[in-house]
């Protein structure tokens, strides 16, 4: 090998090394949000509603350290009588515990918050879909329509955990089940449904190779 041949190896060896840093350093930790399915289970188990009522709240798999905006809603009603929805008397929290109204959004986004919001029926048999989001969130626009101004919890807060830390946001929805046999609507018992999202740091390393078990 001469030496201009070696010279070429080692610059091709440099470069491999530049180019192969400057790829790790690009690499972000992502997040990761999970609904807490194992207590809300317990909570229907323990109200004997487990299989009358089916709450499901799709999340992506990860996150990059950015904002979640809204939740989207699918609860199911598989009970023979119809459950009410009451979004009043429901609360988003977010990472300090700070408790805020739910805002159902509608397509049209012109309301006034100050008033009371109708309750959403789900008939026996079928579902109700629906993207949430908290009270004080919301920014009325030049034209008199609301729309997002901030989100339910920011998952930069989440950059500098350890590796065993975790950060917490809830739903608590409030719903009102008629009674079986009821002649009448007003005769229905109360719950709240707490659903408990932790959020937690992922090293981007963590699917490599060498961090398998």
Do not use: H
């Amino acid at each position: 090998m001469t030496p201009f041949d070696l010279l070429i190896v080692v610059i091709y060896l440099i470069s491999l090394v530049y180019i192969g840093n400057r790829a790790i350093n690009n690499m972000e930790d992502w997040a990761t949000v999970q609904l807490d399915q194992s207590a809300l289970k317990d909570q229907l188990t323990i109200n004997g509603q487990a299989k009358a009522i089916a709450l499901s709240i799709p999340l992506q798999g990860q996150y990059q350290f950015g904002k979640i905006n809204d939740l989207a809603l699918n609860l199911t009603n598989n009970s023979p009588t119809p459950i009410y929805v009451d979004w009043d008397r429901s609360t988003l929290t977010d990472f300090k515990g700070r408790s805020r109204r739910v805002i159902r959004i509608n397509p049209n986004m012109i309301m006034d918050l100050s008033r009371s919001q109708v309750s959403s029926v789900i008939a026996p048999g079928k579902s109700l879909m629906e993207k949430i989001v908290a009270e004080d969130m919301l920014k009325r626009t030049a034209e008199g329509t609301l729309q997002v101004g901030s989100p339910i919890v920011d998952l930069s807060a989440a950059r500098g955990l350890p590796a065993d830390g975790k950060l917490e946001f809830s739903l608590r929805l409030l719903i009102r089940l008629v009674d079986s046999g009821s002649a009448t609507d007003s005769d229905a018992t109360t719950q709240a449904l707490l659903c408990r999202f932790i959020v937690r740091r992922v090293p981007w390393d963590q699917g490599m190779p060498w961090k398998r078990k």
